[in-house]
């Protein structure tokens, strides 16, 4: 089953089990069909290909292989997992990207043990947190790096 195909089922599935909100009213810049994929796809952004397949699983309890490239995002510095849409480059004002996994605020820290007003914490503080608090549905769902 490829990616496309995956976001597909996915969503469908998703439309019978949650009452959704139309974006479209909110939004003018796209048609409601074009919100519903653009909605899935930026959700899944990055996923393991292996994490979608589980998810398919879950859902229709077959078990399939899905292909096709994953896309390519940046390592969070906190946690590893390639889960950042853009990289920190202070002089582009690029960065900042919340990573959904550990909710590190990407901000240029290298540094572990600095301690950074932004995060309320040093990245040392978020791992020993990811590690007392291991949520093992997100192990397979995106890349290391």
Do not use: H
Not at 107 to 133: C, E, F, P, V
């Amino acid at each position: 089953m490829s990616r496309k195909d995956a976001y597909k089922l996915i969503e469908e599935v998703r439309s019978y089990t949650c009452k959704k909100v139309n974006l479209s009213d909110y939004i003018n810049e796209y048609s409601e069909a074009e919100q519903e994929e653009l909605d899935i796809e930026f959700e899944l952004l990055g996923v393991s290909n292996g994490f979608l397949s589980e998810v398919i699983c879950t859902i229709t309890g077959q078990k399939v292989e899905v292909y096709g490239e994953v896309e390519t995002l940046f390592p969070c510095p906190c946690c590893g997992y390639r889960t950042l849409t853009e990289s920190f480059n202070p002089k582009e004002g690029t960065g900042y990207d919340i990573c959904p996994y550990c909710n590190w605020e990407d901000d240029g820290t290298t540094d572990i043990q600095s301690y950074r007003a932004i995060n309320k914490g040093s990245i040392l503080d978020y791992r020993n947190k990811l590690r007392s608090n291991l949520n093992k549905y997100y192990l397979n769902k995106w890349l290391k790096k």
